[in-house]
Structure formats: C-alpha cells, structure tokens
C-alpha cells in the first residue's frame, strides 16, 4: 500500500524483508556504461574474482568515445590505460601502445577498449540500454531491511535484472546542456535542431558537407569548442563565430606553454592567433536567449542579464555548452546529490571548478562517492555532476576504490592516490614531438602551429574549462 501513514504500510515493510529475498552471493555487480571507465571497474571486478555483468547502451563498446573518434585526447597512452585492465590485457598477449603517443578516441577503442571487453566475452552486453533501477520491491520510501535485497536494473526492453551491487560508469555524452544561457532551451531551439551539432563533430572528415562553405556559430568556451573552432579554421570558404559568454576569452585560451599538458596548452595558444588574426571571429557577452530558424539559416538571439541584445544569423551551430548528469534511472533509489553540481555532496568541494581545475582535484574514492543507497555507486564523468574537471586517470581510481570497498577490502579501498597532470606527469615537448611524427606519416610538415592536431575532453567535454584524458 501506497497512502496513507497507518500501521499496515509500516508491517508490510517489515513483512518484506525475507531470506528469499535477501541479495545472494550469486547476484553479479553490473556495471552500467562499457566505455573506459566502466571496463577498467570491470577489469577490478575480474582480478579480485567478483562475478560482473557489464552493460553498454550502444551497439559497440565505448559507444559515446566513437562518437568523438577522429579527436585526440590531452594525455598519452601512458595515462590512459587502467593498472588492472594492463595486467588482464598483458596476460593474454596484448602489446601496449607507444606509451607517449596522444591516442584519438577511434584508437583508444581498436587498440585498448576492444581487446579488454573481448576478454570478458558474454559478461559485456551491448544494446542493453538501462531504464530504471529500483531495490527488489521497495522503492524509495521504504527502509528497513532495503539494504539486504537486490537492485532490480529494468532495460528499455522490458527485461528485468538483479544486481548485488551497482556501478554506474553511464557517463554524460547523450544528456548536453542546452544552448539557453541560464540552462533553460533557448525559445525555439528544439525547432531549429537540425542546424544544431552538439560538441565534436568531425568538421574535418565525415561531417565536412555540413560547415564547408557555410557560416558557423560556435557557441561556448570549453575545450571542446577549441577543438571545433581549430577544426573549422582549416576548412577554405568558411566564417567562423565564436560566442561565450564572458567578456574575455582569457580561461579558453589557457595557460599556452605554461601547461602541464603541453598539448592542451597548444589548443589555447592557436586559438588565440586565429582570433588575434580574424580568421575567427570572438563575440562576448554573449547569452542565447533564441533561436529562430529561417529557410536554411538560423538567427540566435543574445540578451544578457541588463536586458541587452545582439544577434548573429548563421548556417549552422554547434553547441559546445557542456554536460549534465541524467539521475532520473536511479529515481527510487537514495541519492545524496549536491544541489548545485549534481555530484555526491561529499565530492563536490573537492571538484568545484570555481576553485579547481582537473590537476587540482585531490584524490579520492568510495567515500566520496557513497550515497545512503548502500551498493550504489555513480563514478567515472557522471559522478562529477556539471564540473568540467574530469580525468580519465581519476575514473580509474575511484573505479579501484569502490570495487575493493565490494569485496571488503575496506583498507586498499581508502588507500586512494592520484598523480594528476599539473604535478608534471606529461612532457613538455610531447605535443611538439606527436606532431612531428604524424607529419612524417601523413607527408604534412611542420611545427606545433603549422599542423592541425584536434583535441578532446575524455569523458567530459563541458563549456568554461573542461579538462583531459
């Protein structure tokens, strides 16, 4: 029974709590996401001989990395690859990449992420896509004895699986912030969607008909909008516009040589010449307020906080605003989120990007991510909530925190480390020596400025700062 507040709801609770219904050892832990950081926390699973189930929403591992495959990401492979998942790979015969090579996310799959999901056959389930999670019979309102029965995970099908413990690796990429300034849509925006690109199209590959020879607005000031930007600026009959909000572009640009990783600084440093020289075109102060879609073109709208307006009419957008967290599958269960990131509040202060930037994250692991669902666990980009501050090398140690809290190792889980790339993990001519090396293979040459070398967020490529793999 639902209403009400009698005696008999409090008895049924009670009534419920069974030893036919209690979570059983053979309850595998399923992990929600296979992209990098929900095969590394399955990899955990498997050397510490806990049963798994991974499942993955796309028709391929690592779905979302594909779709920002032709991107390289900010750090070498050396950084990229789980401690576990080596181990497992290296066991079967498997030949690590060049350790100092910038990988693109096609090359993150086809020499990482495949070779590590084929290891773990039919316990990774592809097009297996999560609706809803819930406690066997008890929603969110009931408490005794919740902590004592499986999760019960409901995909789009219909079917119905438990699960003794949760590991939510799901990530951000299919839930982007909107074009609206104040995260509300802009007034006519779902009308125009088929002129909207959301971050990291391949300007330079398969979605070249769409900019060449077009007008295209880019709206924010993240890395993925620098990626874009420096995409667009190698296409010949194009106008580029660039839009943020903020009355400078100084946090786009970076700190340029000063970066630990020296190929995030170069993403900043050409941006600020294409700028400096025209070839794009910055607007700020700008806040999409609407979106009106006329014929083949589209007119966008800024009034900003005073009421002030100005408009650009384009061909096409590409609305590299951000992400957020979707906790709408975990509705029924306890979720301690921070009101204003939409991370566990724990982890919040410790990610603000107000205060931090991805190499000033201190570590951290189940305690941080805990919520008062025991068994639960958000990790990897999405348990970052709105903070562009994510690493993959971080997903991968909180990965190995909470799989140790599930097996009981209290002692290894809480032992967390971290080396994050503004204590010097990267070399300083790293960008430079990459891109010398892809000249020689490609016949293009040419210095740090002269070759276009695409860059990417993993896992997160959020508007106002977003941060490496």
Not at 445 to 467: E, F, H, I, Q
């Amino acid at each position: 029974m639902s209403d009400g507040c009698c005696g008999p709801a409090a008895i049924e609770i009670e009534q419920f709590t069974t030893p036919a219904t209690r979570s059983a050892p053979s309850d595998p832990v399923v992990v929600i996401g296979g992209g990098p950081v929900g095969l590394a926390a399955a990899a955990h699973l498997a050397e510490r001989g806990r049963d798994f189930l991974v499942l993955e929403a796309g028709e391929q591992v690592a779905a979302s990395v594909a779709q920002w495959g032709h991107v390289r990401v900010f750090s070498p492979w050396k950084f990229d690859i789980d401690a576990a998942a080596k181990r497992l790979l290296e066991a079967g015969g498997w030949s690590e990449p060049d350790p100092e090579w910038l990988p693109t996310g096609a090359e993150l799959i086809s020499d990482y992420l495949a070779p590590l999901a084929k290891l773990f056959g039919d316990r990774v389930r592809l097009g297996a896509r999560v609706s809803a999670i819930s406690r066997l019979g008890y929603d969110r309102v009931r408490t005794n004895g919740r902590e004592n029965v499986p999760f019960l995970i409901r995909l789009d099908d219909g079917e119905e699986l438990r699960a003794g413990a949760i590991i939510d690796a799901s990530g951000t990429y299919t839930s982007p912030n909107v074009l609206g300034a104040g995260g509300l849509p802009a007034h006519g925006e779902a009308a125009a969607s088929e002129l909207v690109d959301h971050a990291l199209p391949d300007v330079l590959g398969a979605d070249r008909d769409r900019y060449e020879g077009r007008h295209t607005l880019v709206v924010g000031a993240g890395h993925s909008a620098a990626t874009t930007l420096l995409a667009l600026a190698q296409l010949e009959d194009v106008r580029i516009t660039w839009a943020i909000r903020g009355g400078s572009a100084g946090r786009a640009y970076g700190g340029g040589g000063a970066d630990a990783l020296p190929a995030r600084g170069a993403l900043g440093t050409r941006l600020r010449a294409h700028v400096e020289s025209g070839r794009i075109q910055l607007v700020t102060g700008f806040f999409v307020h609407s979106v009106t879609r006329d014929g083949d073109q589209v007119s966008v709208v800024s009034r900003d906080p005073s009421g002030a307006e100005q408009s650009v009419t384009v061909d096409r957008i590409v609305a590299a605003t951000g992400y957020r967290p979707d906790h709408s599958i975990a509705s029924e269960l306890r979720l301690d989120l921070d009101p204003i990131l939409g991370s566990t509040r724990r982890l919040a202060p410790l990610i603000d990007p107000n205060q931090h930037s991805c190499g000033t994250v201190p570590a951290h692991g189940v305690d941080e991510l805990s919520h008062p669902e025991p068994g639960y666990y958000a990790v990897g980009v999405k348990s970052y909530g709105r903070a562009p501050t994510f690493l993959m090398a971080t997903g991968y140690e909180q990965v190995r925190s909470v799989v140790a809290a599930i097996a009981g190792d209290w002692e290894a889980a809480r032992e967390v480390r971290l080396d994050l790339p503004e204590t010097g993990v990267c070399s300083s001519n790293l960008a430079e020596a990459q891109e010398q090396r892809v000249g020689l293979a490609t016949g293009i040459s040419g210095g740090l400025l002269a070759t276009p070398l695409p860059l990417a967020t993993v896992g997160a490529a959020n508007d106002g700062g977003g941060c490496c793999g």
